[in-house]
Structure formats: C-alpha cells, structure tokens
C-alpha cells in the first residue's frame, strides 16, 4: 500500500444532547443546557476508538487535522502524529470552523476525508465539499438519519482500511439528511434532503438512511394490534420504559395515556409515571426496581440503540437487564431492512456484545419473530 493523506475533522460537541434528553446539540443554548445536565462530549472518544483500529497503518498514513479538540487531539491519543492545519479558539467551536476546515482540507490532494459528527456536520461537509472528496463518517450524533456514517466506530475504521488497501474501490453518492431540531423536540418529524457526499462502498459497513414510516390504515392497524399484546402481556409492578417512535406511542394510546413521541416516558400498572426523562431520571426510577424497556428499530436502518434514544444509555441498559428488553416492529418496518439484521451501537462494547445474537420481535397480537441483533 503507497502512503495516503487522510484528512480528519472532529466536531467536539456532537452527540451531547443525546443521554440528558435533548433530542440533537445544535445551537448554543441546547449546548449550554446539556453541560448544565452534566453532558460530556462522546465524539472525541468515538473518533480514537476509530482511529485505534487504523494502528497498522499508521506509518502508511499522513494525518492531517485541524487543532484541538478538533481532530489533532484525537489523533495523538490514538497514537498518529498529525500534520495540523488551522486555527481555532478551544472550547468554542461552530459549524463555521468543520466548514473552514474541510474547505482547506479539500484542497490538499486528499484520498479521503474523515469526520465525526451527527447530521449537521454531514451538513457542513456537504456544504464545504460537496462530491471533491471521498468520505467516512463515523457517528457520534444523537439523530443520524444520513447515510453516510460507518455502523459504529469499529466498523468505520474497517472501512476506512479497506477503501486506503483498494480492496473496496467503489464509490457511491449518499444521501445527506438532517431535521429540524426544535420541531423534533416539539415531537414533529421535518426532514430535509440537503445534497450528497461519496462514501466508500462496502454495504456491510455503512448504515442506510433512515426511511419513512409506511403510513396507511393497514400499518395504523398492525401498531395497534402490536399495542394490544403488549398491554395484554404487561405484568403488574413493572415499570415500562417507553421507547420514542410512532410503534411505541401506539401502546400509549392503547392506555389512553399522554406521551412523548420522540422522547422516552415510564408507566407502572397502566399509568403515566413521568415523560420526556434523561438517562439520570431514568436511573433514578428503576434503581432496584422490576423494569422492562419497549423500543422499536429505526426504519430502514435498524438500530434498536444508540440513534435518537441514547436515554437509554449502557447504564440503563445494564440496570434493567438485556432479558428484559422488548423489541415491536410491524412486518413492514422488518420488511425495510431487506433482511439486514437489527444494530446495536450504545458506544459500550460490553453493552454491544451482551445485545448480540437474537432477540424476539413482537410483530402483532400473538405474533412474533426471532430477529438477528448485530
């Protein structure tokens, strides 16, 4: 393999608003009532985990990177020493400086770009280089609708490898998605098409883009039917932890409760305990307690954790056990993975590995499945 100049940008900030219940981290005010809740930055340790897999190439790889908590300090604590570009003032980054920086980047005869982020810095990119330069994301955001980031750290940086070796060769023009996040919070869903970035092509490594719920009475019919066991079965004394989405709301309104569609709520023997909870209060409730957490797979993608529910933290997940974890999707949103398994990417690999294997999927009254969890 000849020497290859790589790129990285690191947006330090991704990801924040994820387990404290802030449904996205952009604009300052969401950033500045994350720290309030004791939010820590999980992009930083997400790129090192990527760039640790790059070890054997290490000597093959000239790294460039914008300062700081931008990518240089990243890339020296995976062990790379980084050709360091830019400016920056430290502890206050924007979208201005991911776009300065791979503007300059772009111009560096680059054989790819790496960045981490959510959405919004694949957004930025978009913006700065539009299809200049291949790229591979790797996901530290909280919604992660485009489909240009790897599955996970790990994953990213097998693709990173193959593409540098010229063992995947191919690329492609993906999808760069991002939504409104204060309608998000507000519990509506505005997705927006902004452009396309090239991304290294190798399916088992990438995550698709999320896809739109089917819609129509016959899928309205198949939540509720799904609703209906899951109210039947419930036992008494057990919290329920309701996971966001359109097929968990249905067993909501199935109990004539309220609920928070793109949040995380809890109820107990038929009643609404709390909504719209962060991964502490979550805690907090089910310490010591019988729990069971309700969650869906995103459509056409097929995280069950780790996109859009990061409430539903390691912590969490371990406090209220893996067997007891309930998984509902209709025969269409199974259908949309195109028999790809059900991903997991909570950014603990202890956590990861207890979820693999196979789970039952509840997918309608009396009906189930046993579903590949990868």
Do not use: W
């Amino acid at each position: 393999m000849d020497h290859k100049r790589v790129a990285l940008i690191v947006n330090p900030v991704a990801g924040m608003g994820g387990r404290v219940g802030l449904k996205g981290s952009d604009g300052e005010e969401t950033l500045r009532r994350a720290r309030e809740l004791g939010a820590t930055p999980s992009a930083p340790g997400r790129t090192v985990e990527a760039l640790m897999g790059l070890a054997p190439l290490t000597a093959k790889i000239e790294l460039i990177s914008y300062p700081a908590e931008m990518g240089e300090a990243e890339a020296r604590e995976a062990g790379f020493e980084p050709k360091v570009i830019g400016r920056i003032d430290p502890g206050r980054t924007t979208a201005e400086d991911t776009i300065r920086a791979a503007r300059e980047m772009a111009t560096m005869d680059l054989d790819l770009l790496l960045f981490a982020g959510g959405d919004g810095t694949a957004r930025d990119i978009y913006k700065a280089i539009g299809l200049e330069v291949p790229v591979v994301g790797i996901p530290a955001g909280v919604k992660i609708h485009s489909g240009v980031y790897a599955i996970n750290p790990t994953r990213a940086a097998r693709l990173i490898e193959m593409y540098l070796r010229g063992q995947v060769k191919a690329l492609r023009e993906v999808e760069v998605m991002d939504i409104d996040e204060e309608a998000f919070r507000q519990g509506r869903i505005s997705a927006r098409l902004y452009g396309y970035l090239k991304v290294p092509l190798e399916r088992r490594l990438t995550q698709g883009a999320k896809a739109a719920s089917a819609g129509g009475e016959h899928e309205t019919l198949a939540m509720q039917s799904i609703a209906e066991q899951i109210v039947e079965t419930m036992e008494t004394d057990c919290l329920y932890i309701i996971g966001s989405g359109t097929t968990p709301r249905a067993i909501m309104e199935c109990l004539s409760l309220k609920n928070t569609l793109l949040g995380i709520d809890i109820i107990l023997n038929g009643k609404l305990v709390a909504m719209d909870l962060n991964e502490n209060q979550i805690l907090d409730l089910v310490n010591d307690k019988m729990a069971k957490i309700i969650v869906t797979p995103i459509g056409g993608q097929g995280y069950i954790f780790g996109r859009g529910n990061q409430q539903l933290s390691p912590n969490v997940i371990k406090e209220v056990g893996v067997s007891n974890i309930i998984v509902i999707a209709t025969q269409n949103k199974l259908n949309s993975l195109k028999r790809k398994p059900l991903l997991v990417d909570t950014g603990d690999r202890e956590v990861d590995s207890m979820l693999r294997g196979y789970m039952r999927v509840v997918t309608g009254y009396k009906e189930e499945m046993i579903y590949k969890v990868a």
